[in-house]
């Protein structure tokens, strides 16, 4: 007599362990997307928004690596751990100062710019930043009649007295306010309607430079993504003539390979090259739970040395004012 022997059965243990373990490896597939589309710089549709959050994605896979490890997971945790080094190179430096910050001496010059959040902007704040910081060229964007007239009854006027304004109800209204005189100025409406005043700002001591505030279309929906792209693209770029600092609300992180492109003309971004490229400069701060995001910049020419940045909260806005010390060429 044959005795045939009972197929051995699978313990639920050994089921729990597959399922958590097939598990890891979908919640990977996202993220890997993510870090190929971001490094081959792909931009369509909302995918635009999401890459603004691409610094929490790339903590949230440290998470990955972390679990696969204490579950060993080996090659689970093998490839998380590459997409975290993807992400890594790609987000870590920017907390991390740079070796060449620029030209060291010089002439200290320090700029600000600020979104005044359709004109609501707290002005007694702006303006005591600029007075506290000793501000000599300050850049608004969103920027109205009405703002206006509060900034000058909180006293901006007398503290930088000269000025290429471009004031208009809503959000598409531009402004520049300096300590020093211009050789130049203007105010052009870029591609999404928005206008961006523009000054050559005479320095004394160095010279000329060229100062832009720059506000192009928000990329908030799929149909506005094209002129968001074109706005960026159609940006003063860095290289020849004066040197150059733009600053404003670009609506884009570092991550948007658009204004890495901007940045590649020959500019480099202030926080970043100060290791405080984390900062976030946008919530929005107003209940709204949407993690916050950095998409207010100072770029300034790679000729112009950069000292530090700060970030500073301001009463009645979205946005969050960015201050940058900078160090331009002696002439």
Not at 31 to 53: E, M, N, P
Not at 290 to 310: N, S
Request: glycine share 8%.
């Amino acid at each position: 007599m044959t005795i045939t022997e009972a197929p051995p059965v699978t313990r639920p243990a050994g089921r729990r362990r597959m399922v958590w373990t097939g598990l890891l490896w979908v919640s990977l597939v996202p993220v890997a997307i993510w870090l190929v589309a971001r490094t081959l710089g792909w931009s369509a549709g909302f995918w635009v928004q999401l890459l603004a959050f691409t610094p929490y994605v790339a903590v949230w896979t440290l998470i990955s690596v972390l679990v696969a490890l204490l579950t060993r997971r080996w090659a689970a945790a093998a490839v998380a751990a590459l997409i975290a080094l993807g992400f890594a190179l790609a987000t870590v430096p920017r907390v991390l100062p740079d070796g060449d910050k620029g030209p060291s001496t010089g002439v200290e010059l320090r700029v600000m710019t600020s979104n005044m959040l359709f004109g609501g902007a707290d002005a007694a704040e702006i303006v005591r930043l600029v007075r506290e910081n000793q501000v000599d060229i300050l850049a608004v964007q969103e920027f109205t009649e009405k703002a206006q007239q509060a900034l000058t009854a909180a006293g901006l006027d007398r503290l930088l007295p000269f000025n290429q304004l471009a004031p208009e109800w809503g959000a598409s209204g531009s402004g520049l306010y300096s300590r020093y005189d211009f050789a130049d100025q203007s105010a052009d409406r870029n591609g999404g309607e928005f206008q961006q005043a523009h000054a050559v700002v005479q320095v004394p001591g160095a010279g000329t430079v060229y100062v832009e505030s720059v506000h192009p279309l928000a990329p908030a929906t799929r149909d506005m993504v094209p002129g968001w792209s074109a706005d960026l693209a159609a940006q003063v770029p860095a290289e020849g003539g004066v040197p150059k600092i733009l600053m404003g609300d670009f609506n884009a992180t570092l991550d948007h390979k658009q204004l890495r492109d901007l940045i590649d003309t020959g500019y480099h971004d202030a926080a970043d090259t100060v290791g405080k490229g984390w900062i976030p400069t946008w919530g929005p701060y107003d209940g709204d739970p949407i993690p916050p995001v950095t998409i207010d910049h100072v770029l300034a020419d790679e000729r112009i040395g950069v000292k530090d940045v700060q970030v500073h909260s301001v009463k009645d806005s979205d946005h969050r004012a960015v201050i940058a010390w900078l160090t331009l060429p002696a002439s």
